[in-house]
C-alpha cells in the first residue's frame, strides 16, 4: 500500500498545451517534458500551423529544443481556417505527427485572427475528420461584441456546437479547456464521442479571483475564469467524478511578464511548470486524490485512441511555494499562483 | 435659441470625488475645479477623514492646492468608523465644511480598512444624521468574501441598505456609484430621501470594455463595471430620465499608472479630467442632451439643499482625443479612454 504521503501514478499527458516557437518555446518546453509523457500542441502561431508541412516543422523544432532523455512526444494539431480542405486533413494524418485539428472561431484567443468566421466554411473538412476518426478540438466561445464575455461559452453550445454534433453527429469532439456548468452537461448529455478537457486554473480559480482586492492579469485567461457557483463547482464534480469523458488539457499559455502587467494585458496561464502538482492540489480540495490518475493519464489517451505511458511519476506530499516568475526567452514569464503554497510536489518519473 | 453645436449648463458639481493629498492632490485638483462648482471629496485618507478636525485640516489642504479664481468649493465628509459617535456628527455639521458622512463597508474599496465592520454599530451616528438631515454616502457593496464581485452591490441592498432605510426611514442616503438595475430599481421604489450618484465610467463601459481583447486595468473600478444588460442600459436610462434621484457624482480616483498596470492593480478610474465631457458623450448617445443640467447641476444641489450654482459653462461640438497621460506627483495617471476620441470639449466658464 502507498504510504500517504506519495502519490504514483502512470505519467499523464497533456491534452492542450501551448509551449510557443523560438527562443520561448525553449524556456518553457522542458517543464512540459519533465512532467508528460505527450502533449497536444496548439497551433495558434503566427502564421498559423495549417497544414503538414508547417506541422512537421513545428514538430522538428520542439524535438530540437527539448532536454535530453525527457521520452517526451509532441502531438501535433492543424489549425482550421475557412479554406482547410479534406485533402489536407488527409495528408495531415498520414504523415503521422498530427493527430487532431482544432477551430478556433475567428477572434476568440491569442492569435486566432486565421480562425473560422463561419463553421459551415469548414464542413467538408469535418466530414473528413469524422470519416477518419480524427478529433475536432474546439475553442467554444463565440467572439459576437455584443455578448456578454461571460456568456460567450454557453451561447457557443447553444449556436455552434449543438449544430455541429446534430450534422456530423459521429465526429469526436474535444470541447477545450470548460468553463460553466452549461458546458459540463452538455458534455454529459452528448455521446461518447463528445469529451473535454480542464484547466488546472479553472479547477482552483474562479473570477472573485481575478477582481476582488484588485485587477490580476496572471489570472487572466480565455475563456474567461467564471463564478464560483455554479461553474467552478461544476468543473471540480465533473474533473474528480471518475468520468472519462473529462480529462486533463492545461492550457498552460505563457506571456512574457511586461504583455501580461500593461493597459491591455494577454490572455493565459502559464502552468507548465507545476501542473501536475496544481491538479493534485485541486483533486485533494475535493478529496478525491484517487480519481486523479484516470483524470490526468487515462481518459485522454483512451479518447485519442492512443496507448497509456508506460512510464510513472511520483509526487510528494509537501509544502512550497511557486516560484514568482521563470525565464521566458530574453524576459520573464509569471506562472499561475505566482508565490502561493501548493501541497504537492512532483518528486520523480520512473 | 442655443446652436447645436454648443451647450451651455449652469456650472455643474461633483457630488462624488477623490482628490488624494499632497503631490498626488495638487496634480489632480485643477481638473475638477475648471469645471466644477463644488464637489463632495471622499474622505478616504490614510488614516481616513473622520471627525471634524481632521475634514478642517484636508478642506484647508485643498483650498492651498487650488489654482486662482476657480470659484470652488470643495464639500467635505466624515468617514464613518466603528467608533462614530452622534457628538462627532454634530461637532462636524456645527463646523459647517462637512455636508455628509460616508459608510464604507470594512474591505470595500482603497483605504477602507477602518471601515464599518457592522452597520448597527453605527445607528447611533446615523440617528443623529437623521434627525439633523445629514445625508449618509453609501459606498454599496458587501464584502463577504464568498460572494461573487458582480453580485455584491444587489446583496448589499438585500442585506443592508434595506434594512437602513427600514430602521431609519427619513435618513437621506445617496447611494453612491449604482452599477446594477436592482440598485436603480431600489432607488425608484424608495422615499425622495434615497437618491443615487452614477459615475461617466458606468455610463459609457460595461465589462466587456474591460475584458474582451485584454484585460484592461483602467476600466477597473469598485464597484466593477456590470454587463451591458440590463445593467449598464439600466444606469444610462436613469441617468437620462430626468428623475431628480440620480445625479452626478463622477468616483474620480486617480493611481498612478505603475499602480494599475501590475500583477495586482489599483481599483479607480480618473476622470475629473474631461467629466462633463463624458457625460455630454453619454447622454448624447441617448439623444438626451437636454437632460445633462438637471443631472450634472440642478439635483444634487436640490438633495442636499444648496443653491445652484450661479455661473454657466459651455460646451462645443468638437471630436479630440483623451490624452494618454496626466502628471500625477512624481509619476503619471492614465484617464478613463485614454486615446479615444469624444466629440464634446469643454470649452468655457462664465
Given at each position: ?8 501514478i502512470i505519467?499523464p499527458d497533456d491534452w492542450h ?21 505527450r502533449?497536444i ?59 487532431a ?32 476518426g480524427?478529433p475536432?478540438l ?34 469526436k469532439i474535444v470541447f477545450e479547456?470548460i468553463?460553466?456548468?452549461?458546458a459540463v452537461d452538455f458534455v454529459l448529455s452528448s455521446g461518447d464521442n463528445v469529451a473535454a478537457t480542464i484547466?488546472?486554473?479553472?479547477l ?30 461544476a468543473l471540480l464534480s465533473a474533473a474528480t467524478s471518475g468520468n472519462p469523458k473529462f480529462f486533463i488539457g ?29 491538479y493534485?492540489?485541486?483533486f485533494?480540495?475535493e478529496?478525491a486524490l484517487d480519481k486523479l490518475e484516470g483524470f490526468a493519464s487515462i481518459f485522454g489517451a483512451d479518447f485519442y485512441g492512443l496507448p497509456h505511458n ?41
Amino acid at each position: 500500500m502507498q504510504p500517504k504521503d506519495t502519490l504514483k501514478i502512470i505519467r499523464p499527458d497533456d491534452w492542450h498545451l501551448h509551449v510557443r516557437s523560438g527562443e520561448m518555446l525553449k524556456s518553457v518546453i522542458g517543464m512540459t517534458a519533465a512532467q508528460m509523457g505527450r502533449a497536444i500542441i496548439m497551433p495558434n502561431l503566427t502564421p498559423p500551423v495549417s497544414n503538414a508541412a508547417q506541422a512537421k516543422q513545428y514538430y522538428q523544432e520542439i524535438m530540437n529544443a527539448l532536454p535530453a532523455d525527457t521520452g517526451f512526444t509532441p502531438l501535433m494539431v492543424l489549425y482550421l481556417t475557412d479554406n482547410t480542405t479534406p485533402k489536407q486533413i488527409q495528408t495531415a494524418l498520414d504523415g503521422k505527427l498530427v493527430v487532431a485539428a482544432k477551430l478556433y472561431p475567428a477572434g476568440a484567443t491569442t492569435n486566432s485572427d486565421d480562425g473560422v468566421t463561419d463553421v459551415k466554411n469548414i464542413y467538408p473538412a469535418l466530414e473528413k475528420m469524422q470519416q477518419l476518426g480524427m478529433p475536432l478540438l474546439v475553442h467554444g466561445e463565440v467572439t459576437d461584441a455584443k455578448i456578454d464575455i461571460f456568456d460567450r461559452e454557453a451561447v457557443f453550445i447553444e449556436q455552434i456546437l449543438s449544430k455541429v454534433i446534430e450534422d456530423l453527429p459521429d465526429l469526436k469532439i474535444v470541447f477545450e479547456h470548460i468553463t460553466t456548468k452549461e458546458a459540463v452537461d452538455f458534455v454529459l448529455s452528448s455521446g461518447d464521442n463528445v469529451a473535454a478537457t480542464i484547466t488546472p486554473h479553472h479547477l482552483l480559480a474562479n473570477r472573485n479571483d481575478m477582481l476582488v482586492g484588485g485587477i490580476k492579469p496572471h489570472y487572466f485567461c480565455l475563456p474567461i475564469l467564471k463564478r464560483e457557483n455554479p461553474h467552478q463547482r461544476a468543473l471540480l464534480s465533473a474533473a474528480t467524478s471518475g468520468n472519462p469523458k473529462f480529462f486533463i488539457g492545461t492550457d498552460s499559455a505563457p506571456h512574457a511578464k511586461s504583455d501580461k502587467e500593461s493597459s491591455c494585458g494577454c490572455a493565459g496561464v502559464l502552468s507548465a511548470n507545476c501542473a501536475i502538482e496544481l491538479y493534485a492540489t485541486a483533486f485533494e480540495s475535493e478529496d478525491a486524490l484517487d480519481k486523479l490518475e484516470g483524470f490526468a493519464s487515462i481518459f485522454g489517451a483512451d479518447f485519442y485512441g492512443l496507448p497509456h505511458n508506460t512510464e510513472t511519476i511520483t509526487l510528494k506530499k509537501q509544502d512550497w511555494i511557486v516560484p514568482n516568475s521563470y525565464p521566458f526567452a530574453d524576459t520573464v514569464v509569471v506562472p499561475f499562483m505566482a508565490g502561493k503554497m501548493l501541497s504537492w510536489k512532483f518528486l520523480v518519473k520512473d
